[in-house]
């Protein structure tokens, strides 16, 4: 019962320290090489794109755009383009979580202005959570279904 006892003591401390020791390397490792993988920020740091995948019919494909909330206030709108084509808002932000909500905005052909959906036809859910790292630029994607369902993808912008 004695000679294990300082077996079991070695081997334990062994795997502590190799433990330790490998996760310092590989932790260096990693940060190598996001940093050649990763676009750093010049103009912006959140980039938001928005499209809708479920127009079949060229007739119903609608003039668009969304209006940007982020942290409930509002920052801007995307680019104007059919539903079916991706519209873009892009700002900097502070590195910190954030909460993106989106509106969305249509084409009246017989007023030729843009009127916002009511709540009912609004893209499902209408929101994003998302972490902005320092050093990172965040893409919001959201693509919107013929359900009306929205997927969003939260991703980095890589070069």
Same mark, same amino acid.
């Given at each position: ?6 077996? @079991?003591? /070695? ?9 330790? @020791?490998?996760?310092? &390397?590989?932790?260096?490792?990693? &940060?190598?090489?996001? =940093? ?7 103009? *912006? ?27 409930? /206030? ?6 104007? $383009?059919? #539903? =079916?084509?991706?519209? %873009? ?10 909460? @993106? ?9 017989? =007023? $030729? ?14 929101? %994003? *959570? ?9 893409? %919001? ?7 009306? #369902? ?10």
């Amino acid at each position: 019962m004695n000679l294990r006892t300082p077996w @079991v003591a /070695a081997f334990l401390a062994f795997a502590c320290i190799w433990g330790c @020791v490998g996760q310092r &390397e590989i932790s260096r490792d990693d &940060e190598g090489r996001d =940093s050649g993988r990763y676009r750093t920020p010049e103009k *912006y740091n959140f980039r938001f794109i928005g499209y809708d995948d479920g127009i079949e019919n060229p007739a119903n494909d609608r003039r668009s755009y969304y209006r940007i909330y982020i942290d409930k /206030a509002e920052e801007g709108r995307t680019t104007i $383009g059919l #539903e =079916s084509q991706e519209k %873009v808002f892009e700002t900097t932000l502070a590195p910190n979580r954030h909460l @993106v909500t989106i509106e969305k905005w249509v084409l009246d052909q017989k =007023s $030729g202005r843009y009127i916002k959906l009511n709540n009912i036809d609004q893209p499902k859910p209408n929101y %994003v *959570y998302f972490d902005l790292p320092e050093n990172r630029i965040v893409i %919001v994607e959201k693509r919107t279904g013929a359900n009306g #369902e929205a997927e969003y993808r939260v991703d980095y912008e890589r070069h």
